[in-house]
């Protein structure tokens, strides 16, 4: 591991920088596709590059002006998470998870499917996965599908939802864009910055505060 992939030094704690997030970090929790917590993640917090996190601050920005506030499941993700989800892939028979994460779809076909990637772009330190919530009601928008729901469904552009649904996919997905995120096919809350900082550097430095104050 090269001294660039431990070194934090260009990330951010997200909620210094946008204070109005919500955070629910899915891999530091048990309620998620393995069942476990998720190897790196050793704090709920949610980390970003200096460059990405200012583009979702003016994301943020706008939705609260129209009534919404963003809600984090993921952002930085170190290295050793994704082999502990390849691992777990490939090495490990449990599928108790199968139901709530991947009822239509094979374990094995996970990463042939394209629903996890063996090189994360989370682990670049500009990607963000996220969905919003209503002030008014206090839940999330309804989306079609729950975060991580590795199916058809989930994929943006899918047309089996209905209208309100798949509009509210394009909002998120049209603000997104608009302060320089992109899009991948197979995930409606998956974002990552057109002009990221780091193209082709794997992180893999801790998640945690601690980590920041290291550099």
Not at 10 to 16: A, N, R
Not at 36 to 50: M, N, V
Not at 158 to 171: A, C, S, W
Request: hydrophobic residues 35%; negative net charge; proline residues 5%.
């Amino acid at each position: 591991m090269s001294e660039r992939e431990l070194n934090s030094s260009g990330f951010v704690l997200l909620s210094e920088v946008i204070p109005q997030i919500i955070q629910e970090i899915r891999y530091f929790s048990t309620y998620n596709f393995v069942g476990d917590r998720i190897d790196g993640y050793e704090e709920p917090c949610a980390l970003l590059t200096r460059e990405a996190a200012r583009a979702l601050k003016e994301v943020s920005n706008e939705m609260i002006v129209k009534g919404y506030r963003l809600k984090i499941f993921d952002a930085y993700r170190p290295v050793r998470a994704v082999k502990h989800f390849i691992f777990w892939g490939i090495e490990d028979q449990d599928i108790r998870m199968k139901p709530y994460f991947y009822p239509k779809v094979e374990k094995q076909e996970l990463f042939s499917g394209g629903y996890i990637a063996k090189e994360s772009s989370h682990s670049r330190g500009s990607a963000v996965d996220l969905t919003l919530l209503d002030m008014d009601t206090g839940k999330e928008v309804d989306m079609g599908s729950p975060f991580d729901l590795f199916d058809e469904i989930s994929h943006p552009d899918y047309k089996g939802i209905t209208e309100e649904q798949y509009d509210n996919r394009m909002f998120l997905q049209e603000t997104m864009v608009r302060h320089g995120f992109k899009t991948i096919e197979t995930e409606w809350w998956h974002f990552y910055l057109q002009d990221e900082p780091y193209p082709d550097t794997y992180f893999d430095f801790p998640n945690t505060t601690e980590s920041l104050r290291t550099h």
